[in-house]
């Protein structure tokens, strides 16, 4: 189990112009929880996000991953935000994996959809891909 306070705020203006983050601070106090089933590592997530900007909004997740070999691990995860109220949903399906380059470098990598939004807005394509540096 663990939770721990996290302040989100931008240093420059220009990348809320360009559409890549959000405006204002948000303030979050995730809690988590992991439990290992068998081979498989789950993790639950839920708190909190409170935003000067906006509507303040509540993030749920649960994250399933599964070693295939010594240095790689495949995860699915779905995760929500909504309203402090629970209505206005967003919910993500992602699939990603955690492959061990060496002791100082893991490359990860996820490719998601969103399944629902409020409104009826477009369902957006999510991915990223990167190398984690660890030391």
Excluded at 66 to 83: F, N, P, Y
Aim: with cysteine.
């Amino acid at each position: 189990m663990s939770m721990f306070p996290r302040i989100i705020f931008n240093i420059t203006q220009s990348s809320v112009r360009r559409g890549l983050s959000e405006d204002g601070t948000r303030f979050q106090i995730p809690f988590q929880v992991a439990k290992r089933l068998g081979p498989i590592d789950l993790d639950f997530e839920f708190g909190p996000l409170v935003s000067t900007v906006g509507r303040s909004e509540f993030l749920y997740g649960i994250v399933g991953g599964m070693e295939v070999s010594k240095r790689t691990i495949v995860m699915a995860e779905l995760r929500g935000t909504s309203r402090m109220n629970f209505t206005r949903d967003t919910v993500t399906l992602n699939f990603g994996w955690r492959h061990k380059l060496n002791e100082h470098a893991i490359w990860i990598g996820s490719l998601g959809h969103e399944l629902c939004t409020p409104d009826d807005e477009q369902l957006a394509l999510i991915g990223y891909c990167g190398v984690q540096l660890v030391y």
